[in-house]
């Protein structure tokens, strides 16, 4: 199959967050070497059904990047528009980004009406197809989108193992989540300290991005909370993101477990361009979530050249190889707390950051657009 033209369908700027993120740089990689074009959402949840406090990202754009926010995904007559407008643009692929089965019948709809009116092939890149948080309708809303691609890319095996429970015989293939190279440098981590107000003596521990139930950072926090960490003078937690739920059962945990004095709050979203502060000064990321399927952090830890503790759940030991560019723990307290300890008495003996260095050399984005024209091929 000849490719010159390839649309990627789902959130860009102006909307933030890691899957914003992932198609920008996505789309990036693929204007190497075809026209492409993103076609974000002009509204992409209603503000009572949006956890955080804004959708939006008021820095500055991205460069080089096509842009058009089109789809409103309560409003069918914008799902029509949008077919019609990607109709016109006659692209070859249109990749279709779903992650949540609310997206459902909006990105379904646009994928038929384009399928009946033309040739172009539909890959979908599934975050998930189960999802973290159910709710009523997710498997009909799931199934509807499903029907109305011609193949699937997944990040992680257990999504592509979750593909199966829904039937089809549809091409598909997992391929790793690429390293985040849309944060920029390392920084200097004595000017990141003094940015962030943070001891220079101390060892930090990271918990980055949005907090919701089933990233387990109250089992991080149990875990700092286990005598053999809380005794440790020197280690301490930082968490930075948005609470995307209730923040106070999570402060009345701390207070509970006494480590007051061991966590730092950044409960606020970070921007792209403040990113690399907080990695800079990470000594160690953590990971501890309950369930998932893979996870953006990961890959900007890597990028960072940082090593990482994760819990066996989805994707992630996939990504992490244990004992080489970090730790896999089970998705509990004391395991969380026995990795860590492992980590502070391996850490000198073992060169993690030059591990992570070698280790993230697969996941490149020009592997993933290699995985993109190989899945095109076969449809």
């Known amino acids: 199959m000849r490719l010159n033209k390839i649309i990627l369908l789902g959130p860009a700027y102006p909307l933030r967050g890691g899957i914003a993120d992932f198609n920008e740089a996505l789309a990036a990689a693929l204007a190497k070497e075809f026209q492409t074009e993103i076609v974000s959402f002009s509204l992409q949840y209603p503000e009572f059904l949006f956890p955080g406090k804004t959708q939006y990202d008021h820095s500055n754009p991205p460069k080089e990047l096509k842009i058009s926010s089109r789809l409103n995904s309560i409003n069918p007559f914008s799902w029509l528009a949008t077919a ?48 973290h948080e159910k709710r009523f309708g997710d498997r009909f809303f799931t199934r509807f989108f499903l029907g109305s691609c011609d193949g699937f890319i997944t990040m992680s095996a257990s999504v592509l193992n979750d593909l199966d429970t829904f039937g089809g015989r549809k091409p598909k293939l997992s391929t790793p989540h690429p390293v985040y190279d849309i944060f920029g440098e390392k920084a200097d981590k004595q000017n990141a300290l003094a940015t962030l107000n943070l001891n220079p003596d101390k060892i930090y521990l990271l918990f980055f991005g949005f907090i919701r ?68 000064v990470a000594d160690l990321v953590v990971q ?23 819990t066996r759940v989805g994707g992630l030991p996939e990504i992490v190889k244990d004992g080489f560019s970090g730790y896999v723990a089970e998705p509990e307290p004391k395991s969380i707390a ?8 391996t850490k000198k003996a073992i060169d993690f950051e030059a591990n992570v260095s070698k280790e993230k050399e697969r996941f490149s984005w020009k592997a993933f657009v290699g995985e993109i024209k190989e899945l095109a091929g076969k449809i």
């Open 84 to 131: 019609l407008y990607i109709l016109k643009q006659k692209p070859d692929v249109l990749i279709v980004r779903f992650w949540l089965p609310f997206m459902g019948p909006s990105l379904g709809t646009v994928n038929y009406l384009v399928r009946l009116f033309s040739k172009t092939k539909i890959i979908a890149i599934t975050d998930n197809v189960i999802p």
């Open 338 to 345: 026995e990795a860590i300890e492992k980590w502070l008495s």
């Open 213 to 280: 139930e089933y990233k387990g950072l109250d089992l991080l926090l149990k875990a700092m909370g286990e005598e053999v960490l809380k005794n440790n003078s020197t280690l301490e937690l930082i968490v930075a993101g948005e609470f995307y739920e209730d923040e106070q059962p999570y402060l009345n945990l701390v207070e509970g477990l006494g480590i007051s004095n061991k966590v730092h709050f950044f409960n606020h979203f970070i921007p792209s361009d403040e990113v690399n502060q907080y990695f800079a």
């Open 288 to 310: 501890p979530y309950k369930h998932a399927t893979q996870s953006g952090i990961t890959q900007i830890a890597y990028h960072f050249e940082k090593p990482m503790i994760v």
